[in-house]
């Protein structure tokens, strides 16, 4: 499989205008394709990118044709700086102006352990994916947003960092560190670009059950379970995340920009 995967015309049932082009990154499977769906139901258009090219992007492909929404991937590894300026280029000349960006791509430590022990390339790959590709991506779409006028549209960058951005897991410190760093870099956009209508907002999720939480999975459910680690007493889902971003980008919280969601059924409530 490779450039382009698109909904064909006969798949597409338009329903009237799209209210934009909402651009995700890490679109393919979990909390990316959940944002996708989500996003499309409320009339968005989708262009969804990822470093991966597999079954799950037809998938993510087929579900997003019953929306009546147009939608294609772009293959993207966003740590690869020197791409971006192309591939926004093409989404904008092919669907048109980007009016969302949800950073949703990020990557978990490849093992869990004393951080003292991390070395430099497992630090740098964290970073390069989690913080720089995130970083630069936002900036090359935000200069082309700024260049584009758009009066009355609801524009808007969300970006998803994690509970840990706050809450320290020594296990697995440069994934909190890249997360972290980032969650400065939402309230700096946020300033740079409110005067002009462009809202930019935090989205910290909980434990979410996916892949990437697998290997915690049976570690974490009794504390879930039992209301120690979260007050719903439920693991997270995808759509939990999903709905929270479709409410930001459109338009759902107006006066709200550089501020952080946690998402996390209460998890992230200070305890004594």
């Known amino acids: 499989m490779h450039g382009t995967v698109e909904t064909s015309p006969k798949e597409r049932k338009p329903d009237g205008p799209a209210l934009g082009v909402a651009l995700v990154t890490g679109g393919r499977r979990g909390i990316g ?54 591939v926004v280029a093409r989404i904008w000349e092919e669907f048109g102006p980007i009016t969302c960006l949800v950073n949703n791509a990020g990557i978990q430590v490849s093992v869990r352990g004393d951080m003292l022990e991390v070395d430099e390339a497992e630090f740098d790959r964290l970073v390069s994916v989690n913080l720089r590709g995130t970083f630069f991506l936002t900036q090359a779409v935000a200069r082309r947003m700024l260049a584009a006028a758009a009066p009355g549209v609801e524009r808007s960058i969300i970006t998803i960092t994690s509970a840990n951005a706050h809450l320290v897991s020594p296990e697995k410190a440069a994934y909190c560190i890249s997360k972290a760093g980032l969650s400065m870099a939402v309230q700096a956009f946020a300033v740079r670009l409110a005067e002009s209508g462009i809202r930019v907002h935090e989205i910290r999720p909980g434990l979410i059950e996916t892949d990437m939480t697998a290997e915690v999975y049976d570690r974490y459910s009794p504390g879930i379970l039992n209301g120690e680690l979260c007050a719903l007493r439920r693991w997270g889902e995808p759509s939990d995340i999903a709905c929270a971003i479709a409410t930001l980008a459109t338009g759902g919280m107006p006066y709200s920009t550089g501020d952080i969601y946690n998402i996390g059924g209460g998890m992230q409530i200070p305890r004594l």
């Not at 579900?63 to 293959?75: H, I």
């Open 33 to 86: 394709r959940a944002i996708c769906l989500e996003l499309a139901g409320r009339g968005f258009d989708i262009a969804f990118v990822d470093w991966v090219e597999d079954e799950n992007v037809g998938e993510t492909i087929a579900l997003l044709a019953g929306t009546g929404r147009r939608a294609a991937f772009f293959p993207l590894d966003i740590s690869s700086i020197d791409r971006h300026d192309a």
